[in-house]
């Protein structure tokens, strides 16, 4: 469940983005600066997401390891 939920959140990162595309080249018009700040934050959100997503299911399979092995000795 919680990789379906970071699924559903990376693809929304990509949207958000994707939807940003035209507001950002407006911006450029008025505020370069501005307009460079909200296309790197919404890059970062979105390998945040990403490299989230990873490192959870990294995160599960060591403590899937961690109690199989605690498993083995009991």
Do not use: C, W
Request: proline share 1%.
């Amino acid at each position: 469940k919680d990789q379906q939920a970071m699924f559903h959140a990376y693809t929304n990162a990509l949207d958000l983005i994707r939807a940003l595309v035209p507001v950002v080249e407006q911006l450029k018009t008025y505020d370069s600066n501005l307009a460079d700040q909200v296309t790197r934050a919404a890059t970062s959100v979105t390998l945040n997401v990403r490299e989230g997503s990873k490192r959870a299911g990294r995160d599960r399979r060591e403590e899937r390891s961690r109690v199989g092995h605690t498993h083995g000795r009991e």
